[in-house]
Protein backbone atom coordinates (compact mmCIF):
# COMPACT_ATOMS: atom_id res chain seq x y z
CA UNK A 1 0.00 0.00 0.00
CA UNK A 2 1.14 3.08 -1.01
CA UNK A 3 2.52 6.10 1.73
CA UNK A 4 1.01 9.03 -0.20
CA UNK A 5 -1.72 10.27 -2.29
CA UNK A 6 -0.47 12.74 -4.76
CA UNK A 7 -3.19 14.93 -6.73
CA UNK A 8 -2.43 15.74 -10.16
CA UNK A 9 -5.24 18.27 -10.93
CA UNK A 10 -4.22 18.38 -15.01
CA UNK A 11 -1.56 17.97 -17.74
CA UNK A 12 -1.22 18.94 -21.19
CA UNK A 13 0.99 15.54 -22.63
CA UNK A 14 0.04 12.23 -23.69
CA UNK A 15 0.84 9.90 -20.85
CA UNK A 16 2.21 10.00 -17.18
CA UNK A 17 4.57 7.22 -17.06
CA UNK A 18 7.52 9.65 -16.03
CA UNK A 19 5.22 11.21 -12.92
CA UNK A 20 4.37 7.48 -12.53
CA UNK A 21 7.46 6.17 -12.14
CA UNK A 22 9.27 8.50 -9.95
CA UNK A 23 6.45 8.74 -7.69
CA UNK A 24 5.56 4.22 -7.27
CA UNK A 25 9.21 4.21 -6.59
CA UNK A 26 9.16 7.15 -3.55
CA UNK A 27 5.87 5.26 -2.56
CA UNK A 28 3.66 7.23 -3.76
CA UNK A 29 -0.22 6.81 -5.42
CA UNK A 30 -0.92 9.28 -8.37
CA UNK A 31 -4.55 10.36 -8.29
CA UNK A 32 -5.45 12.07 -11.32
CA UNK A 33 -8.59 14.45 -11.91
CA UNK A 34 -10.59 14.19 -14.29
CA UNK A 35 -12.19 17.80 -14.14
CA UNK A 36 -10.29 20.81 -13.11
CA UNK A 37 -12.89 23.35 -11.90
CA UNK A 38 -12.59 24.08 -8.23
CA UNK A 39 -15.33 22.57 -6.64
CA UNK A 40 -14.35 19.04 -8.35
CA UNK A 41 -10.75 19.35 -7.24
CA UNK A 42 -11.65 20.20 -3.56
CA UNK A 43 -13.77 17.06 -3.71
CA UNK A 44 -10.94 14.79 -5.04
CA UNK A 45 -8.49 16.20 -2.53
CA UNK A 46 -10.75 15.39 0.73
CA UNK A 47 -12.04 12.50 -0.61
CA UNK A 48 -8.37 10.79 -0.97
CA UNK A 49 -6.72 13.22 1.58
CA UNK A 50 -3.84 13.79 -0.32
CA UNK A 51 -0.18 14.87 0.91
CA UNK A 52 0.82 16.70 -2.26
CA UNK A 53 -0.71 18.30 -5.58
CA UNK A 54 0.77 19.01 -8.77
CA UNK A 55 -0.49 21.64 -10.93
CA UNK A 56 -0.22 22.57 -14.64
CA UNK A 57 -2.85 25.07 -15.30
CA UNK A 58 -5.42 24.34 -12.81
CA UNK A 59 -6.57 26.95 -10.20
CA UNK A 60 -5.12 26.17 -7.19
CA UNK A 61 -7.17 27.58 -4.66
CA UNK A 62 -7.48 28.20 -0.85
CA UNK A 63 -10.67 25.81 -0.72
CA UNK A 64 -8.54 22.73 -3.10
CA UNK A 65 -5.72 22.67 -0.89
CA UNK A 66 -7.56 23.19 2.53
CA UNK A 67 -9.92 20.15 1.61
CA UNK A 68 -7.12 18.07 2.79
CA UNK A 69 -5.17 18.47 6.41
CA UNK A 70 -1.89 16.46 4.89
CA UNK A 71 -0.67 18.62 2.00
CA UNK A 72 2.42 19.28 2.52
CA UNK A 73 3.19 20.56 -1.23
CA UNK A 74 2.15 22.63 -4.22
CA UNK A 75 4.05 21.87 -7.17
CA UNK A 76 3.47 23.79 -10.21
CA UNK A 77 4.43 21.64 -13.70
CA UNK A 78 5.65 24.88 -15.11
CA UNK A 79 7.63 28.32 -14.51
CA UNK A 80 4.29 30.85 -13.59
CA UNK A 81 2.69 30.30 -9.88
CA UNK A 82 -0.16 32.68 -10.47
CA UNK A 83 -2.44 29.71 -10.55
CA UNK A 84 -1.66 28.91 -6.97
CA UNK A 85 -2.81 30.06 -3.95
CA UNK A 86 0.70 31.35 -2.89
CA UNK A 87 -0.04 33.62 0.53
CA UNK A 88 -2.37 30.43 1.73
CA UNK A 89 0.77 27.71 1.11
CA UNK A 90 3.10 30.62 2.64
CA UNK A 91 0.43 30.79 6.09
CA UNK A 92 -0.39 27.12 6.70
CA UNK A 93 3.79 25.85 6.04
CA UNK A 94 3.17 24.20 2.88
CA UNK A 95 5.73 24.45 0.07
CA UNK A 96 5.18 25.77 -3.11
CA UNK A 97 8.20 24.72 -5.88
CA UNK A 98 8.22 25.33 -9.71
CA UNK A 99 10.89 24.45 -12.83
CA UNK A 100 11.93 28.61 -13.22
CA UNK A 101 14.55 26.91 -16.09
CA UNK A 102 12.90 23.90 -17.50
CA UNK A 103 11.75 25.67 -21.01
CA UNK A 104 14.09 29.33 -21.22
CA UNK A 105 15.92 28.28 -24.82
CA UNK A 106 11.86 26.70 -26.15
CA UNK A 107 10.57 29.94 -25.14
CA UNK A 108 13.22 32.22 -26.14
CA UNK A 109 12.93 29.75 -29.50
CA UNK A 110 9.40 30.68 -29.96
CA UNK A 111 9.29 34.19 -28.89
CA UNK A 112 11.83 34.34 -32.01
CA UNK A 113 10.02 32.48 -34.37
CA UNK A 114 6.64 34.80 -33.55
CA UNK A 115 9.26 37.64 -34.56
CA UNK A 116 10.01 36.05 -37.80
CA UNK A 117 6.62 34.59 -38.81
CA UNK A 118 5.57 38.85 -38.44
CA UNK A 119 8.37 40.44 -39.60
CA UNK A 120 7.52 38.43 -42.83
CA UNK A 121 4.39 38.04 -42.61
CA UNK A 122 4.30 33.90 -42.85
CA UNK A 123 1.23 33.60 -41.60
CA UNK A 124 -0.94 35.73 -43.65
CA UNK A 125 1.05 34.54 -47.08
CA UNK A 126 0.15 31.47 -45.98
CA UNK A 127 -3.10 31.97 -45.57
CA UNK A 128 -3.91 34.07 -48.48
CA UNK A 129 -2.05 31.40 -50.80
CA UNK A 130 -4.30 28.58 -49.62
CA UNK A 131 -7.24 30.42 -49.59
CA UNK A 132 -6.59 30.98 -53.77
CA UNK A 133 -4.48 34.32 -53.37
CA UNK A 134 -1.41 33.93 -54.97
CA UNK A 135 -0.23 37.19 -54.51
CA UNK A 136 3.78 38.15 -53.25
CA UNK A 137 2.58 41.72 -52.93
CA UNK A 138 -0.84 41.38 -50.58
CA UNK A 139 0.00 43.52 -47.66
CA UNK A 140 2.03 46.65 -46.91
CA UNK A 141 6.21 45.68 -48.29
CA UNK A 142 8.05 44.09 -45.74
CA UNK A 143 11.39 45.24 -44.45
CA UNK A 144 15.11 43.47 -43.62
CA UNK A 145 14.97 42.57 -40.08
CA UNK A 146 18.64 43.17 -39.66
CA UNK A 147 19.14 46.56 -38.31
CA UNK A 148 15.60 46.26 -36.63
CA UNK A 149 15.11 46.68 -33.19
CA UNK A 150 13.71 44.29 -30.52
CA UNK A 151 12.45 45.51 -27.61
CA UNK A 152 12.45 43.08 -24.46
CA UNK A 153 10.30 44.00 -21.12
CA UNK A 154 12.29 41.72 -19.08
CA UNK A 155 15.54 40.90 -18.93
CA UNK A 156 15.30 37.73 -17.14
CA UNK A 157 16.57 34.64 -17.86
CA UNK A 158 14.46 34.17 -21.22
CA UNK A 159 14.98 37.69 -21.98
CA UNK A 160 18.56 37.33 -21.76
CA UNK A 161 18.61 34.18 -24.17
CA UNK A 162 16.57 35.94 -26.80
CA UNK A 163 19.16 38.97 -26.65
CA UNK A 164 21.83 36.55 -27.51
CA UNK A 165 20.07 35.09 -30.55
CA UNK A 166 18.18 38.37 -31.65
CA UNK A 167 22.09 39.97 -32.10
CA UNK A 168 23.30 36.94 -33.94
CA UNK A 169 20.65 37.56 -36.52
CA UNK A 170 21.69 41.76 -37.10
CA UNK A 171 18.88 43.26 -34.59
CA UNK A 172 19.39 45.96 -32.29
CA UNK A 173 18.01 44.96 -28.87
CA UNK A 174 16.74 47.32 -26.01
CA UNK A 175 15.10 45.65 -22.73
CA UNK A 176 13.98 46.79 -19.35
CA UNK A 177 14.92 45.36 -16.32
CA UNK A 178 13.31 45.50 -12.66
CA UNK A 179 16.22 44.08 -11.40
CA UNK A 180 19.30 46.31 -12.57
CA UNK A 181 20.52 43.27 -14.53
CA UNK A 182 22.59 44.64 -17.42
CA UNK A 183 24.09 42.58 -20.92
CA UNK A 184 26.30 43.26 -22.75
CA UNK A 185 25.25 44.78 -26.26
CA UNK A 186 22.00 45.49 -24.62
CA UNK A 187 20.80 48.76 -23.75
CA UNK A 188 18.29 48.81 -20.60
CA UNK A 189 16.19 51.32 -21.20
CA UNK A 190 12.68 53.30 -19.84
CA UNK A 191 9.77 51.43 -21.00
CA UNK A 192 7.96 54.70 -22.98
CA UNK A 193 11.91 54.36 -24.59
CA UNK A 194 11.73 51.09 -25.99
CA UNK A 195 8.17 51.39 -26.89
CA UNK A 196 9.01 54.25 -28.94
CA UNK A 197 11.73 52.99 -30.94
CA UNK A 198 11.47 49.23 -30.97
CA UNK A 199 10.20 47.45 -33.96
CA UNK A 200 8.91 44.17 -31.88
CA UNK A 201 7.88 44.48 -28.52
CA UNK A 202 8.29 41.07 -26.73
CA UNK A 203 6.37 40.98 -23.17
CA UNK A 204 8.60 38.26 -20.84
CA UNK A 205 6.97 39.97 -17.49
CA UNK A 206 5.77 37.81 -14.74
CA UNK A 207 1.77 37.94 -14.11
CA UNK A 208 1.25 39.47 -10.95
CA UNK A 209 -1.46 41.61 -9.50
CA UNK A 210 0.77 44.59 -10.62
CA UNK A 211 1.16 43.50 -14.04
CA UNK A 212 -1.99 41.93 -15.40
CA UNK A 213 -3.54 43.94 -17.86
CA UNK A 214 -0.13 46.56 -17.74
CA UNK A 215 -0.12 46.58 -21.13
CA UNK A 216 -2.93 48.45 -22.29
CA UNK A 217 -3.92 51.55 -24.55
CA UNK A 218 -1.74 53.54 -22.89
CA UNK A 219 1.40 51.46 -24.27
CA UNK A 220 -0.12 50.71 -27.64
CA UNK A 221 -0.12 54.28 -27.97
CA UNK A 222 3.78 54.93 -27.66
CA UNK A 223 4.54 51.92 -30.14
CA UNK A 224 5.16 52.92 -33.75
CA UNK A 225 2.71 52.16 -36.54
CA UNK A 226 4.33 49.75 -37.75
CA UNK A 227 5.53 47.64 -34.61
CA UNK A 228 4.11 44.34 -33.20
CA UNK A 229 3.58 43.36 -29.91
CA UNK A 230 4.87 39.59 -28.77
CA UNK A 231 3.23 37.77 -25.47
CA UNK A 232 5.17 35.04 -24.82
CA UNK A 233 4.92 35.48 -20.99
CA UNK A 234 1.10 35.35 -19.38
CA UNK A 235 -2.14 36.68 -21.39
CA UNK A 236 -3.25 38.64 -18.90
CA UNK A 237 -0.60 40.87 -18.90
CA UNK A 238 -2.39 42.36 -22.05
CA UNK A 239 -5.33 44.30 -22.02
CA UNK A 240 -6.97 42.78 -25.13
CA UNK A 241 -9.87 44.75 -25.63
CA UNK A 242 -6.97 47.62 -26.22
CA UNK A 243 -5.41 45.67 -28.39
CA UNK A 244 -8.23 44.72 -30.49
CA UNK A 245 -8.49 48.62 -30.63
CA UNK A 246 -4.42 49.40 -31.47
CA UNK A 247 -5.09 47.21 -34.10
CA UNK A 248 -8.47 48.99 -35.45
CA UNK A 249 -7.17 52.54 -35.21
CA UNK A 250 -4.03 50.96 -36.78
CA UNK A 251 -1.65 52.16 -33.93
CA UNK A 252 0.35 48.95 -34.52
CA UNK A 253 0.76 46.68 -37.19
CA UNK A 254 0.35 43.65 -35.57
CA UNK A 255 0.84 41.05 -32.68
CA UNK A 256 1.45 37.34 -31.94
CA UNK A 257 0.00 35.92 -29.15
CA UNK A 258 1.14 32.50 -27.98
CA UNK A 259 -0.78 33.52 -24.21
CA UNK A 260 -3.95 34.97 -24.21
CA UNK A 261 -6.67 35.65 -21.45
CA UNK A 262 -8.46 33.40 -20.69
CA UNK A 263 -7.34 30.04 -22.70
CA UNK A 264 -8.29 28.86 -24.64
CA UNK A 265 -9.81 32.09 -25.52
CA UNK A 266 -12.48 32.72 -28.31
CA UNK A 267 -10.65 33.05 -31.72
CA UNK A 268 -14.33 34.12 -33.63
CA UNK A 269 -13.71 37.61 -31.49
CA UNK A 270 -11.25 40.73 -31.57
CA UNK A 271 -8.10 40.30 -31.16
CA UNK A 272 -7.25 37.10 -31.95
CA UNK A 273 -9.65 36.76 -35.67
CA UNK A 274 -7.82 39.96 -36.55
CA UNK A 275 -5.67 38.53 -39.68
CA UNK A 276 -2.64 40.49 -38.01
CA UNK A 277 -2.27 38.40 -35.11
CA UNK A 278 -1.17 34.88 -34.86
CA UNK A 279 -2.15 32.75 -32.29
CA UNK A 280 -0.35 29.76 -31.08
CA UNK A 281 -1.91 27.23 -28.15
CA UNK A 282 0.20 27.83 -25.28
CA UNK A 283 3.11 26.34 -27.12
CA UNK A 284 6.34 28.41 -26.32
CA UNK A 285 7.45 25.58 -23.72
CA UNK A 286 6.88 22.76 -25.30
CA UNK A 287 9.86 20.32 -26.72
CA UNK A 288 10.47 16.97 -25.91
CA UNK A 289 13.30 17.52 -23.92
CA UNK A 290 11.60 20.62 -21.72
CA UNK A 291 8.77 18.15 -20.87
CA UNK A 292 10.84 15.47 -19.41
CA UNK A 293 12.86 17.90 -17.58
CA UNK A 294 10.23 19.61 -15.93
CA UNK A 295 8.00 16.50 -15.27
CA UNK A 296 10.99 14.34 -14.08
CA UNK A 297 11.89 17.62 -11.62
CA UNK A 298 8.60 17.98 -10.38
CA UNK A 299 7.94 14.33 -9.04
CA UNK A 300 11.18 14.67 -7.63
CA UNK A 301 9.68 17.80 -5.84
CA UNK A 302 7.43 16.09 -4.36
CA UNK A 303 8.79 12.96 -3.08
CA UNK A 304 11.33 14.70 -1.23
CA UNK A 305 9.10 16.97 0.39
CA UNK A 306 7.13 14.01 1.34
CA UNK A 307 10.35 12.50 2.67
CA UNK A 308 11.09 15.05 4.89
CA UNK A 309 13.82 17.18 2.37
CA UNK A 310 13.95 20.11 1.26
CA UNK A 311 13.20 20.34 -2.68
CA UNK A 312 14.52 22.28 -5.44
CA UNK A 313 12.91 25.72 -6.14
CA UNK A 314 10.77 26.55 -3.19
CA UNK A 315 9.29 29.41 -4.05
CA UNK A 316 7.51 30.74 -0.99
CA UNK A 317 11.00 30.48 1.66
CA UNK A 318 10.14 27.51 3.62
CA UNK A 319 11.51 24.55 4.34
CA UNK A 320 10.38 20.46 4.70
CA UNK A 321 10.01 19.00 7.88
Same mark, same amino acid.
Given at each position: ??????????????????????????????????????????????????? #???????? $?? =??????????????????????? %???????????????????????? =???? #????????????????????????????????????????????????????????????????????????? $??????????? =??????????????????????????????????????? #????? %?????????? =???????????????????????????????????????????????????????????????????????
Amino acid at each position: MSKYRVLLTDFAWEDLEIEKQTLTDGGAELIVATEKDEDSLAALAQQHQVD #AIMTNWAQ $VT =EKVISASPNVKIVARLGIGLDNI %DMDYCTQHGILVTNTPDYCLIEVA =EHTL #ALLFACARKVAMYHHDTMSGKYDLQAGPMMRRMEGQTLGIVGLGNIGEILAKKAKCLGLNVLATSRSGKTMEG $VETVELDRLLA =ESDFVSLLIPATPETRKSFGAEQFRKMKPTAYLINTARG #AIVDH %DALAAALEGG =EIAGAALDVQDPEPCDLTIAPYNDPRVIVTPHAAFVSVESLENMRSRVARQVIDCLEGKTPENVRNGLAAG
